[in-house]
T-cell receptor
C-alpha cells in the first residue's frame, strides 16, 4: 500500500503570501490528485496530474515522478483559500486511491 | 443544485439502529464511491460501484452495505450502527476509472 505524507500538517499565512504544500508518496503511481475541503466539509477536486505542472488561476500543482513528490502552490493567498488541502495518489484506478491526512491552511487578513 | 447530493447532511442515531445514507447524482457518471473520513486519518473507501450491476468492497466494508438503485443513486446502509462508525461520510462519482472525483457535501453521522 502506498504511503502518502503531506507537509506541513498546519500552515498559517498572511494574506498575499505565497503558499507551498508538499506531498510525498512511497510507490510509483499513475496519477496524483489535489483536493480542497472547506469548513463545512465539502470536497472539491482541484487538480489531477501525472506529470509536469498544471495551473488554474492562482493555484499551481507540480509533480516529480522520479522523486515521488508533488507540490501545491497558491500565489497571492487570500482568506477564502483557508481550507484543508488533501493529496491523493492513484495506483491505476480511482478505487485504488490512497489519501493523505490533509494540510490545514489558514490565511489571515 | 449540487451535482452530487447527499442526504441527510447530519444524523444522530443510537447504537443498534439501522441507518441509510443516500447519494444521488446528476452528472451521468457510471462510477460511484462511498468514503469515510475520520479526524487525523485520510479518506478511506467503503464501497464502490462501476455500474448498476457492479458492487465492490473497499478497504473498510465491514459493518456496511450498499445498494445501487439506478445509475444516479447509490445508498450506504449501516445495518446495526455502532459508536466507532461516527464519522463524516462522502459519496463521490467519476466518469472514468482514473479521472477527477466529484464529491457530495458529506453526511456527518454520530452514533451514541
Amino acid at each position: 500500500k502506498n504511503e502518502v505524507e503531506q507537509s506541513p500538517q498546519n500552515l498559517t499565512a498572511q494574506e498575499g503570501e505565497f503558499i507551498t504544500i508538499n506531498c510525498s508518496y512511497s510507490v510509483g503511481i499513475s496519477a496524483l490528485h489535489w483536493l480542497q475541503q472547506h469548513p463545512g466539509g465539502g470536497i472539491v477536486s482541484l487538480f489531477m496530474l501525472s506529470s509536469g505542472k498544471k495551473k488554474h488561476g492562482r493555484l499551481i500543482a507540480t509533480i516529480n515522478i522520479q522523486e515521488k513528490h508533488s507540490s501545491l502552490h497558491i500565489t497571492a493567498s487570500h482568506p477564502r483559500d483557508s481550507a484543508v488541502y488533501i493529496c491523493a495518489v492513484s495506483g491505476g484506478s480511482n478505487y485504488k486511491l490512497t489519501f493523505g491526512k490533509g494540510t490545514l491552511l489558514t490565511v489571515n487578513p | 443544485d449540487a451535482d452530487v447530493t447527499q442526504t441527510p447532511r447530519n444524523r444522530i442515531t443510537k447504537t443498534g439502529k439501522r441507518i441509510m445514507l443516500e447519494c444521488s447524482q446528476t452528472k451521468g457518471h457510471d462510477r460511484m464511491y462511498w468514503y469515510r473520513q475520520d479526524p487525523g486519518l485520510g479518506l478511506r473507501l467503503i464501497y464502490y460501484s462501476f455500474d448498476v450491476k457492479d458492487i465492490n468492497k473497499g478497504e473498510i466494508s465491514d459493518g456496511y452495505s450498499v445498494s445501487r438503485q439506478a445509475q444516479a443513486k447509490f445508498s450506504l446502509s449501516l445495518e446495526s450502527a455502532i459508536p466507532n462508525q461516527t464519522a463524516l461520510y462522502f459519496c463521490a462519482t467519476s466518469d472514468l476509472n482514473n479521472s477527477p472525483l466529484h464529491f457530495g457535501n458529506g453526511t456527518r453521522l454520530t452514533v451514541t
